[in-house]
């Protein structure tokens, strides 16, 4: 289910954007499935390789619906500007206005906008800007709704002991240092990324389009998965490091109720 979850996500802009190219369609088709048969042999090993959190839900899940989701509205914001529908008019109204919303200097996406060439149309920034504030809408709303989750659900401690080697498989806890200290520094090093990188991305990509060809944001699908990765990847990071301080919060209170059962000495109190 998972992996065809992720072929679902993957093909939707080229199954439903119009005036889709055959080899575009394949090429897409070939990377979803590419990328379901990763994710199923991930699942199903284990051994784990590099997703992290798999067996402390609902992780992932969030972050899986807050791209899939981001994709599939950007995907109705693109086709209805040539096969327009109540659905599409909706969503593209809603995040002309959130992207108007939040498109104040020095926002993220005021510095999306800025990325966009001189001689960009009005009707090109408007669409990038729309596209803006939806992507940015679902990652605001995903990471709402994994705290809430963490503070109601008491992630991750309610689901079972947490498997540090199985759901943090690039963190090696013996590499040296006090655990707690290390998940703590690598916590705040993803907040702080995740803060930074909506403002981050744009400029880099500015950078790089003077010096190399870049492709044209013009393209639809180009469009729905720049935007996508701009909003998905600071949230995912952000959900990251609030993850990883809450586990080094589970291991210091069971060092603090250890040492209050045992005492300094190692000797039942």
Known sequence: ???????????????????????????????????GILTFVEYSSAYP?????????????????????????LTLIARGKVHPT??????????????MLIDFPYSPVRNVVLMLPEDATPQLIEMVRTAAGMAYLCSL????????????????????DFNVY??????????????????????????????????????????GSANF????????????WTMSAWAFLPTSLFMRGIAMARVAQMIEDKRRRRYAEFGEDGLIA
């Open 213 to 224: 060809t870049a492709l044209s944001i013009e393209s639809p699908q180009t469009l729905i």
């Open 49 to 73: 390789s590099f997703v992290e959190f798999r067996h402390a839900p609902p992780f992932n899940r969030v972050r899986f619906l807050s791209l899939f989701f981001t994709i599939v509205f």
């Open 86 to 99: 109540a659905l599409t008019e909706f969503v593209s109204e809603v995040g002309s206005i959130i992207g």
């Open 141 to 160: 709303t995903s990471l709402a709704v994994f705290l809430i989750i963490l503070r109601l659900d008491k992630w991750p401690s309610r689901h079972g």
């Open 166 to 207: 199985i759901n943090l498989p690039t963190f090696d806890p013996t590499a040296g240092g006090d655990v707690v200290e290390r998940l703590q520094r690598d916590a705040r090093v993803n907040v702080a990324l995740g803060f930074v990188l909506p403002f981050l991305i744009p400029a880099v990509a500015t950078i």
């Open 1 to 35: 289910m998972r992996s065809l979850l992720i072929i679902w996500m993957v093909a939707t802009p080229s199954l439903l954007l119009p005036g889709v190219t055959h080899d575009a369609t394949q090429i897409a088709i070939l990377v979803a499935v590419f990328a």
